[in-house]
């Protein structure tokens, strides 16, 4: 069982950067992990994926370009990187833990994911 606890969510600016963290309470070794968010009033999505150990990585387009996934797998951490925020960016964002990383693949859906976190608020101010 891994427990998953996120951290770093907050209120800021349109243009800002914030930086999420994901630790794990053990250690993640051949585990693929993604970031979700929900927003009000809609299902949660799915916005950044990362390989075992890490060389590989893949985004929503709605992130693509502006929101950064890595790992530190000695330190057993994700993080998500978010830049050039906006509104629409509001959200509670979760992190997921996918147990068994095939090479090569990406994971998208929920259904993919067996450890998922609490969540973190971000809000996003115009």
């Known amino acids: 069982q891994v427990q998953l606890v996120e951290s770093g969510g907050g209120l800021v600016q349109v243009g800002d950067s914030l930086r999420l963290s994901c630790a794990a309470s053990a250690h993640t070794s051949n585990y693929a992990m993604g970031w979700f968010r929900q927003a009000p009033g809609k299902e949660r999505e799915f916005i950044a994926g990362?390989?075992?150990?890490?060389?590989?990585?893949y985004y929503a387009d709605s992130v693509k370009g502006r929101f950064t996934i890595s790992r530190d797998n000695a330190k057993n951490t994700v993080y998500l990187q978010m830049n050039s925020l906006k509104p629409e960016d509001t959200a509670v964002y979760y992190c997921a833990a996918r147990h068994r990383y095939y090479n090569g693949r990406t994971y998208y859906l929920e259904t993919d994911y067996d450890y998922w976190g609490q969540g973190t608020q971000v809000t996003v101010s115009s």
């Open positions: 990362i390989s075992w150990p890490g060389g590989s990585t």
